[in-house]
């Protein structure tokens, strides 16, 4: 007996959509228009004969019939990637895709990648900074590190760590002329900005510092190089307790003055559900939690 399919190409509009709740959203996820994932869960309407969405003027939401068939076909399609992902692993198993930022790379993982090619010399790691939020559907990423608040629907997510954010800067700073002693101190130094966000602004108000402008000085696109710049000795940069603990141990950094602020996001470990079944994220995600418990950057 034949078995009676509805019609795959238009599975994975309707998934991403119910996921959403958004034909909009769902057609930049794919990489299509809205009109492409409109028809394509019409198509699959009439060949069901059933209603999966109540469209409203600005909205959607799944029916009755629509919520426990997006649930299917989501499992459904998660159980073909997983396949897929096996069948394939002679070719994509020695490679694995990383998105991160440019600070957390630069700072923490590239300096620490030698111990897991050590470990894991069959594994060859690319590292992403592009800056563009990875989605994981057709652009080859299998795991991030992202930094944010750790809702990420549909995705697993692992705490990695918390931050502080606090003033670094050379130690030959703290003799120069004049020395930065004290928070008030730096007003005559120079402030170096990054993306991250929590600011100079916010920093000196919580410090209650007043008189000190917090949007003068060198602003970088990069925390990597925000960081390189308070190294040379170019000013003070707001230093992330992870991102800068390696210069603050070799002695290429210090802290001034202890006031730190906390940061309400964090890092984590993001990835689809099944990714953890491929050998090649389960040893990357085992080491990463292995080396920042044993550089005592993950609390236990």
């Not at 990054?194 to 925390?223: C, H, R, V």
């Amino acid at each position: 007996m034949a078995r009676k399919l509805p019609p795959l190409n238009a599975l994975p509009s309707f998934e991403a959509a119910a996921r959403h709740l958004s034909f909009s959203r769902a057609a930049e996820e794919l990489n299509v228009t809205h009109g492409a994932v409109s028809r394509a869960v019409k198509h699959l309407e009439e060949q069901l004969d059933v209603l999966l969405f109540e469209r409203d003027t600005r909205s959607v939401r799944l029916t009755t019939v629509g919520e426990p068939y997006a649930r299917a076909v989501r499992e459904a399609l998660a159980l073909v990637t997983a396949a897929t992902a096996a069948a394939t692993s002679r070719h994509s198993a020695s490679t694995l895709n990383v998105s991160t930022s440019d600070g957390f790379a630069g700072r923490w993982l590239v300096p620490r990648l030698y111990r897991f090619h050590r470990a894991h010399g069959d594994i060859d790691v690319r590292v992403s900074t592009t800056g563009k939020l990875t989605n994981f559907h057709g652009d080859g990423i299998d795991v991030a590190i992202r930094y944010g608040g750790g809702d990420y629907p549909g995705l697993s997510v692992e705490f990695l760590t918390g931050e502080e954010v606090f003033p670094v800067c050379s130690p030959k700073l703290l003799t120069g002329s004049p020395p930065l002693l004290q928070p008030e101190d730096l007003k005559h130094h120079t402030l170096i900005h990054d993306g991250f966000p929590i600011n100079w602004a916010n920093w000196l108000a919580s410090a209650g510092i007043e008189g000190i402008d917090p949007q003068a000085g060198l602003t970088f696109d990069s925390y990597s190089f925000a960081v390189d710049s308070a190294v040379q000795g170019e000013g003070v940069v707001l230093g992330r307790t992870m991102l800068v603990a390696g210069d603050l141990a070799s002695g290429r950094l210090v802290r001034p003055f202890g006031h730190a602020v906390k940061s309400r996001s964090s890092f984590y470990l993001v990835y689809p559900p099944e990714a953890i079944r491929q050998r090649k994220v389960k040893v990357f995600r085992d080491w990463i939690f292995a080396e920042m418990t044993a550089t005592g950057d993950h609390p236990r």
